[in-house]
């Protein structure tokens, strides 16, 4: 599976859009980039998920880059609740396991 | 909207001790998997499970570890002689499919070895 690169964290007010990026230069053809968030000690939540088309679903929009070599998960309106931390993961469709990086803590303010 | 459940929630166990794990994943899902997360550290894959057989588990998943799915509706992580370093909390998941379908996630168990 390809790896990712994220930055340790960022924040955001509430109310705006959160715009976290992430780039999986090694990707390749068949893999997919999911993006879930994990808050306080809960288990993964799953937000989103695509190949090559951007994608949208009633949590956030998924941008891919034509290259297909960085992605961007946008929440269009964020509140305290999205405080969390944010993973993008690269997987292919034959292999099951989840790579979690330390993905992108993200911090909601008031 | 259907959900992936784990108990116990909190689970305290001796060290040497067998523990069993319990999860229901979503119901028409076929595809399971258990991951854990010592504190302060990554989600760590320990082994999926599809059609009543591992297809793939990891190099922490070893012979102290089992997986099981006794009936329809259960699926269950069996730790047979429990170490210190077993502490952590351990995600259940599951997916309808294999492939790019996603993971969805239960809450955890939190083991705790004395």
């Known amino acids: 599976d390809a790896k990712t690169t994220q930055p340790p964290s960022m924040d955001c007010a509430e109310g705006r859009a959160a715009n976290l990026p992430c780039n999986h230069s090694?990707?390749?053809?068949?893999?997919?980039v999911y993006w879930y968030r994990q808050i306080h000690s809960q288990g993964p939540q799953y937000i989103i998920h695509g190949l090559k088309n951007n994608e949208t679903n009633e949590m956030a929009s998924l941008i891919i880059t034509e290259d297909r070599k960085s992605s961007t998960l946008i929440l269009p309106h964020a509140t305290l609740r999205d405080t969390a931390v944010y993973y993008c993961i690269v997987k292919g469709s034959t292999l099951g396991r989840l790579y979690f990086g330390r993905g992108t803590q993200l911090t909601v303010w008031p | 909207e259907p959900e992936v459940t784990q108990t116990p929630s909190h689970q305290v166990t001796q060290m040497g001790q067998e523990v069993i794990l319990r999860c229901v994943p979503i119901?028409?899902?076929?595809?399971f998997y258990w991951y854990r997360q010592i504190l302060g550290q990554k989600v760590e894959f320990l082994v999926s499970?599809?059609?009543?057989?591992?297809?793939?588990k990891s190099e922490i998943f070893d012979d102290q570890f089992s997986v099981e799915r006794p009936d329809g509706s259960n699926f269950t992580l069996k730790i047979r002689s429990t170490k210190l370093e077993d502490s952590a909390m351990y995600f259940c998941a599951s997916s309808d499919q294999g492939g790019n379908q996603p993971q969805h996630f239960g809450d955890g168990t939190r083991l705790s070895i004395l």
């Open positions: 090694t990707i390749s053809g068949n893999e997919y």
């Open positions: 119901s028409n899902h076929l595809y």
């Open positions: 499970f599809y059609n009543n057989e591992i297809s793939e």
